[in-house]
């Protein structure tokens, strides 16, 4: 029997039409969708954003989705159990012949809960991988402005540690992927920076309630991008 093939397709930010054709292609026809979530209790963001796709599927009531949790903790021990459960689970289908699509927020190779499986199943079956529009590019348009021009170094963050003033020092853009992490300690810091710069945050971007804020968020809601550019 031919093993089947896992498709690992980044969905974008938030808004349906941002999906690239070859995605939405891929999910009108892949037997077995598998959408990881934070908890039981909540709805996969990266579900919601491809159901429109789904839903025009002739076959849409005998598609099989599968929701593996995947929680939001940092036991690095428990995730790698995590990470191997969902892999088994994900590579029973594809010995039955199926092939099978996992949905990821943004772009596949950024911060991808899809690259622990990927890692996990490449030796053993044939892999595909479709990019998606990342956070940050989508809140640099939001804003109509440029994220990074000539030469600019662009860093991407996804937790603040020791290397902070390294980041500040140089870097032209930097983009905190995280931002709901932001504590009051780390904004000063950012602002009290002796350098010419532009802040902003964009909460929910390309989703129906995308807010944008100069400066640090408040709120902070989980789906939330700070960009810092330094204009020296």
Do not use: H
């Not at 020092?169 to 009290?192: C, F, G, H, Q, W």
């Amino acid at each position: 029997m031919t093993k089947g093939k896992l498709i690992g397709i980044g969905v974008g930010p938030g808004d349906t039409e941002l999906l690239t054709l070859k995605a939405c292609k891929t999910l009108k026809n892949v037997p077995v969708v598998f959408s990881p979530k934070s908890s039981k209790e909540k709805e996969s963001i990266a579900l919601s954003i491809v159901r429109p796709i789904l839903k025009e599927r002739k076959d849409y009531k005998k598609l099989m989705i599968v929701e593996p949790i995947f929680p939001m903790i940092e036991d690095k021990q428990e995730l790698e159990k995590i990470w191997d459960s969902a892999s088994e689970m994900i590579a029973q289908y594809l010995e039955s012949g199926r092939d099978v699509a996992f949905i990821t927020l943004g772009d596949t190779s950024i911060f991808s809960t899809y690259s622990y499986v990927q890692k996990r199943l490449k030796d053993r079956f044939e892999i595909e991988t479709i990019p998606g529009i990342t956070s940050f590019t989508a809140c640099a348009a939001a804003r109509n402005k440029a994220l990074v021009e000539q030469n600019d170094i662009l860093t991407i963050v996804p937790k603040i540690d020791e290397r902070l003033d390294e980041v500040l020092n140089y870097s032209d853009s930097i983009v905190l992927m995280k931002a709901s992490r932001n504590t009051s300690k780390l904004e000063s810091t950012i602002e009290e920076k002796n350098r010419p710069k532009d802040i902003y945050s964009v909460q929910n971007c390309t989703r129906e309630n995308e807010k944008i804020i100069e400066g640090f968020s408040n709120e902070k809601p989980y789906l939330t991008t700070t960009i810092i550019k330094f204009d020296d």
